[in-house]
């Protein structure tokens, strides 16, 4: 890999290839890339105090989600709209409310004005993906989010309620583990969809502009737990096309504690390794998704994909660092609001000098391989291990959770790269 900072991993990132035109949006929900003038509408409907449409079976909808529950709505129409907002044909009544011409589904006026970067999270069942998401989202609502001085608020109340419900509550609340996530052939795939909005006010910004004049920038970030089912054969993961193929950026999930050769280095506490199953190794998921990621972007054997990716070794709480006190995955990350480029590449090394020493340095000749840009990364997003099915007695502790997604906003130009005592 290309060490972060170096000449060509600036040009790298500076010539990537527009994976989507600036006047589409690529919906959420059904990933159909919809040009911006063809956003349609949703009558308001009786709310509030205006006369408007009726309710009426919203099919489209309806299919999605796969139950007529809660699909009886003010109708759709297409219009031209100005400003976000366009009258009914039908009453005449002024409307806001911008939702996908293909599958109904809302799309926030935020979503709609921003640039939406899809981050898919893959990785075989047990790595960790959805505790992982339950503790990144908590990280950036809370600390990581200050030292940023970044807000992530969630774009529509599904993501709310889902967020609540399937992450907070039981992990942070009832300080119990997740459930398997249950394959998407039984249920809809929901997307979690914020926003991250972030005043670049660093001092040095500061210096040179007027207070109140600090720049803002804003990213929709559209996350979705996949099952690790899902990933283990060829057919099923066909579901997950889409979603992949939207993807500005991939996070790779790896289980340590499901390479063999890293049994030596894992404490004593930790779970006892799984059986063996060809179908979920690291290399093997990692492979079924490259090969039809190349497919859908029609690559040529000679070129590589271009999507940025992030593969991180999680629940590395169970790894002991050898040696002790030198391992640069345990520091805790020098938090200046920016990405520490010295940091990222001390991590980086570390990690490929793992997997290579677990026999697992395949993965890494393959990333190398296929994807234009990728870096390695270790997390524990509970910081110790369960028991009996609950969090830990400390509590949720994470640890670099956050680090994947800092690279990539570095990457999106959302975050500045410091080296040394700079910055
Ligand atoms: N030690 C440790 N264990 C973890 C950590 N995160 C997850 N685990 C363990 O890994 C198990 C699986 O985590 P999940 O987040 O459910 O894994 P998943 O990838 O979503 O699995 P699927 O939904 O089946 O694909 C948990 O029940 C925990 O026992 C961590 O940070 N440290
Ligand atoms: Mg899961
Ligand atoms: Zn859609
Ligand atoms: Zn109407």
């Not at 939702?99 to 640039?115: E, F, K, T």
């Not at 972007?297 to 590395?316: Q, S």
């Not at 520490?340 to 793992?354: H, S």
Request: include cysteine; glycine fraction near 8%.
């Amino acid at each position: 890999m290309t060490p972060v900072g170096s000449p060509s991993r600036i040009a790298a990132r500076i010539a990537l290839p527009a994976l989507r035109a600036e006047d589409e949006v690529c919906c959420p929900y059904c990933f159909e890339r919809v040009p911006r003038r063809r956003i349609a509408f949703r009558c308001m409907g009786r709310a509030g105090r205006g006369q408007g449409c009726d309710p009426v079976l919203d099919e489209e909808l309806a299919a999605y989600t796969g139950s007529t529950a809660g699909a009886s709505l003010p109708p759709v129409f297409e219009a031209a709209g100005r400003g976000g907002r366009a009258d009914c044909p039908h009453c005449g009544r002024t409307t806001a409310r911008r939702v996908c011409p293909h599958c109904h589904n809302p799309l926030p006026p935020a979503y709609c004005d921003s640039p939406g970067r899809i981050v898919a999270l893959v990785g075989a069942k047990n790595t960790g993906k959805s505790t992982y998401i339950a503790v990144l989202l908590h990280e950036l609502m809370n600390r990581v989010g200050t030292e940023l001085d970044a807000s992530l608020v969630a774009c529509d109340d599904r993501t709310i309620d889902r967020y609540k419900r399937d992450f907070a509550r039981p992990l942070y609340e009832e300080r119990r583990l997740l459930p398997t996530t249950t394959s998407a052939a039984t249920a809809p795939r929901e997307p979690l969809v914020y926003l991250l909005t972030r005043t670049r006010s660093a001092r040095r910004l500061r210096a040179r502009l007027p207070l109140g004049r600090e720049r803002v920038a804003s990213l929709a970030l559209v996350l979705f737990d996949t099952a690790g089912e899902d990933l283990r054969s060829r057919d099923v993961r066909d579901l997950h096309l889409r979603y992949l193929e939207a993807a500005d950026a991939i996070i790779f999930l790896v289980d340590p504690l499901q390479l063999p050769g890293a049994r030596t280095m894992v404490r004593d506490e930790a779970p006892p390794p799984p059986p063996a199953d060809p179908d979920s190794e690291p290399i093997n998921v990692l492979a079924r998704v490259t090969e039809a990621l190349r497919r859908r972007h029609g690559l040529r054997p000679d070129e590589r994909l271009p999507v940025p990716v992030a593969v991180a070794l999680t629940k590395i709480d169970a790894l002991a660092p050898v040696p002790a006190g030198q391992s640069w995955l345990h520091r805790a990350r020098p938090s200046r609001g920016a990405l520490d480029l010295d940091d990222r590449e001390a991590v980086d090394a570390q990690v490929r000098g793992l997997l290579h020493e677990w026999g697992a340095g395949q993965l890494e000749v393959y990333l190398r391989q296929q994807y234009a840009e990728h870096a390695l990364f270790g997390v524990s997003a509970l910081g110790g291990t369960p028991v009996r099915g609950r969090v830990g007695p400390g509590g949720v502790r994470p640890h670099r959770v956050e680090d994947p997604l800092l690279w990539l906003l570095h990457r999106f130009g959302m975050l500045d790269g410091t080296r040394g005592n700079e910055g």
